[in-house]
């Protein structure tokens, strides 16, 4: 078997290399780029559990109105589908008066009443 080589010992020109790079660098600024690099490492660890808990929380509160939310939307959307209805049949209902009885009506009077509704689908401004 054959033995591993020694390793050479570093050359006087390595040695004073490793030597300037390290002159490059005060010492101290090493330390202080360190202590404040700590700093900031246990600020990020402190926010990064608050926010843990905090969407643990978030996540809580949503499961237990989740329900709620998905019930009253059923609602509303059945309660908008009634109305929608409804206000079909009231104008199918003004229409047939306006035909059956058009003098009873003033000209131009039955195209304002006709629908006088909020257009619901469209954005607010």
Do not use: W
Not at 15 to 27: G, I, K, M, N
Not at 81 to 106: C, Q, V
């Amino acid at each position: 078997m054959e033995e591993p080589l020694p390793k050479p010992a570093p050359s006087a020109a390595a040695e004073e290399v490793a030597e300037r790079f390290r002159s490059l660098v005060d010492p101290d600024d090493v330390a202080s780029i360190r202590q404040t690099q700590h700093l900031i490492m246990g600020r990020l660890q402190d926010s990064n559990a608050v926010l843990t808990h905090f969407n643990e929380y978030s996540e809580r509160c949503f499961v237990e109105v989740s329900g709620d939310f998905a019930s009253k939307t059923r609602l509303l959307k059945s309660m908008k589908a009634d109305l929608d209805h409804i206000f079909t049949k009231l104008r199918e209902m003004k229409a047939r008066l306006a035909a059956t009885y058009p003098d009873a009506f003033p000209n131009g009077a039955m195209s304002k009443t006709m629908d006088q509704r909020p257009d619901l689908e469209s954005p607010l401004d």
